[in-house]
Each structure stands twice: as structure tokens, then as C-alpha cells.
């Protein structure tokens, strides 16, 4: 699909970019197409749009899937949902994935707390340009003993 044309559109004249993405089916126009939808409140067509590029691999949809599921934007809360989708992104690199499992893994959201897989997430987000999670990767230093500190760093360098 041609996208470049669609973006000038949008800005150019202010409007909604009007993409086919089922029609097209590839995950930019699924993931901008799942955009607007969100940004509609038409939470149920985003979540169908975000659910398609993310099982193409758009590491961007499956963040906001991950998103939708844990604040239950438009859709039931769920947690483990949530974990799952922002493991997918992470595992590609996706910072905000990362510091968003940084911070369950903390506060025990869908999973036991756990100080160490709170450390080694938000060490890789930190790593991938998250200064947030940096900040974050202190306050949980300071609940740790040494030894789980390098355990979680070593499980960073292996991921």
C-alpha cells in the first residue's frame, strides 16, 4: 500500500486517514487504520485492527494491544492479556513494552511481584532509550540484595 499519499491527506486537510486495512491487509495500515479508530472511542474496530497487524508482528499494535488490555480500554481488564501482548513488543525491542513489564512485575500486576524481572524489563528499556525507566530501575535496585540485582542484569544481557 501506498501510505505516503494518506499521510499527506491527513495533513494537508486536517482529516481522518480513511484506509481499507482489512482490504489491504498490511500491518501499517492496519496499525493506522487501528489508530483512528481509537482516537474515535470506536474501541471495539481498533481492537479487531490492532489484533491483525499485531499477529503480522507490528510490535506497535501489539504494545497498544497490550495497553487496551491493561488499563481495559474499551475491552475487559486483563492482565495476563496485558503481559502477553507487551512481552511480543519487548521481545523486539519495544521500550514501552518493556518498562510497562518493568512495572507488573513491580507492583505484581498479572503476575507475583517480582523485584528481579522488574529489574532485568526496565534494564532493557533503560537500554533502549527509555529514560523513564531508568528513574524506575533505582527504586527497585533499592529493594534488592546485590546478588538479585546481577541476576536480573544477566537475564537483560541474555534476552
Same mark, same amino acid.
Given at each position: 500500500m501506498?501510505?505516503?499519499? *494518506?499521510?499527506?491527506?491527513?495533513?494537508?486537510?486536517? #482529516?481522518?486517514?480513511?484506509?481499507n486495512?482489512?482490504?489491504?491487509?498490511?500491518s501499517?495500515?492496519?496499525?493506522?487504520? &487501528?489508530? $483512528? @479508530?481509537?482516537?474515535? #472511542?470506536? %474501541?471495539?474496530?481498533?481492537?479487531?485492527?490492532? *489484533?491483525? @497487524?499485531?499477529?503480522?508482528? !507490528?510490535? #506497535?499494535?501489539?504494545?497498544?494491544?497490550? *495497553?487496551? %488490555?491493561? *488499563?481495559?480500554? &474499551?475491552?475487559?481488564?486483563?492482565?495476563?492479556?496485558a503481559?502477553?501482548?507487551?512481552?511480543?513488543?519487548?521481545?523486539? &525491542? !519495544?521500550? !514501552?513494552?518493556?518498562? %510497562?513489564?518493568?512495572?507488573?512485575? %513491580?507492583?505484581?500486576?498479572?503476575?507475583?511481584? $517480582?523485584?528481579?524481572?522488574?529489574?532485568?524489563?526496565?534494564?532493557?528499556?533503560?537500554?533502549? &532509550?527509555?529514560?523513564?525507566?531508568t528513574?524506575?530501575?533505582?527504586?527497585?535496585?533499592?529493594?534488592?540484595?546485590?546478588?538479585?540485582?546481577?541476576?536480573?542484569? !544477566?537475564?537483560?544481557?541474555?534476552?
Amino acid at each position: 500500500m501506498n501510505f505516503l499519499p *494518506s499521510l499527506f491527506l491527513l495533513l494537508l486537510l486536517g #482529516q481522518p486517514i480513511q484506509v481499507n486495512a482489512a482490504a489491504e491487509g498490511d500491518s501499517l495500515s492496519l496499525f493506522v487504520a &487501528g489508530l $483512528d @479508530a481509537f482516537e474515535r #472511542q470506536d %474501541y471495539e474496530a481498533a481492537f479487531h485492527l490492532f *489484533s491483525l @497487524a499485531a499477529d503480522q508482528g !507490528d510490535k #506497535q499494535s501489539q504494545y497498544l494491544l497490550g *495497553s487496551m %488490555y491493561e *488499563s481495559g480500554a &474499551g475491552i475487559n481488564q486483563d492482565f495476563k492479556q496485558a503481559i502477553d501482548w507487551f512481552t511480543h513488543a519487548a521481545d523486539q &525491542g !519495544d521500550a !514501552d513494552s518493556q518498562l %510497562y513489564l518493568g512495572m507488573m512485575n %513491580y507492583y505484581g500486576e498479572g503476575t507475583p511481584k $517480582d523485584y528481579v524481572m522488574a529489574h532485568m524489563w526496565l534494564d532493557l528499556s533503560a537500554e533502549n &532509550g527509555n529514560e523513564e525507566a531508568t528513574e524506575l530501575m533505582n527504586v527497585v535496585a533499592k529493594k534488592m540484595t546485590a546478588e538479585e540485582i546481577v541476576r536480573a542484569r !544477566d537475564l537483560a544481557r541474555k534476552r
